[in-house]
């Protein structure tokens, strides 16, 4: 069936590397997608989102690469922090739908 | 200006029992949806509400059931609970206002254990 995966489960990183989370969704459908963080305990917080009509989109720290035609996320964190220790999921939402599906998420560690 | 609220943090019911769960979204959105998170199956759609009607329903079963106000503050209801319901109820608000971004702002969920 359709669905968001990930190609790795944990990514370890050593403090000050990029890190570099990778998605793969298989509904060319999809028009919208979202990064999330969540952190033990908290609810999923919002990164960075992309439309589908954008290749790429930068925030702080934070890049979103969009490659339509493997269909293919990846969320770049530069100088990885402590802080960026958490589970980070990425999420799709198809065209003329509200409901946004969530890959099984990757837990990213952060080596001091 | 203030997130989205979400009470109780936990609930510990017994099986058969049923449990009422809340959400308040920001102040302006309109459309909150709430989603369940279990370790096996991860984040799952449960439904969508905006201004007090269901647009969008997951592939839950009738016992999850949900409802918005007229202030957009959500509640979904769980009736004749099952072990597997145990989960982290998660409600989600967005403005859904055409050009407006249309990140889903999370609150922190509330941790449902049946026992």
């Known amino acids: 069936g359709e669905s968001v995966g990930l190609h790795l489960p944990t990514l370890s990183v050593q403090e000050g590397d990029n890190s570099i989370i990778n998605c793969a969704y298989s509904?060319?459908?999809?028009?919208?997608f979202i990064w999330y963080k969540q952190e033990s305990g908290k609810g999923p917080q919002f990164i960075i989102d992309i439309r589908s009509n954008m290749d790429k989109r930068q925030g702080q720290r934070v890049t979103v690469l969009l490659n339509k035609t493997v269909k293919h996320l990846s969320l770049q964190i530069a100088a990885t922090q402590p802080g960026d220790s958490a589970v980070y999921f990425c999420?799709?939402?198809?065209?003329?739908?509200?409901?946004?599906?969530f890959g099984s998420g990757t837990r990213l560690q952060v080596q001091p | 200006k203030a997130g989205v609220t979400q009470t109780p943090r936990y609930l510990i019911k017994t099986r058969g029992q049923q449990v009422t769960l809340s959400c308040s979204p920001i102040?302006?959105?309109?459309?909150v949806s709430w989603y369940q998170q279990t370790p096996g199956q991860g984040l799952q759609f449960l439904f969508e509400?905006?201004?007090?009607?269901?647009?969008n329903k997951g592939n839950f079963p009738g016992r999850f059931s949900g409802r918005q106000f007229s202030n957009s503050r959500s509640e979904m209801n769980v009736s004749t609970l099952e072990l597997g319901d145990s989960a982290l109820y998660l409600c989600?608000?967005?403005?859904?206002?055409?050009?407006?971004?249309?990140?889903?702002?999370f609150g922190s969920g509330t941790r449902l254990t049946v026992v």
């Open positions: 999420a799709e939402r198809r065209t003329g739908r509200r409901a946004l599906t």
């Open positions: 509904n060319s459908a999809s028009d919208y």
């Open positions: 102040s302006g959105h309109r459309s």
């Open positions: 509400y905006f201004s007090e009607t269901q647009r």
């Open positions: 989600a608000s967005s403005s859904d206002q055409v050009g407006i971004d249309y990140g889903y702002t």
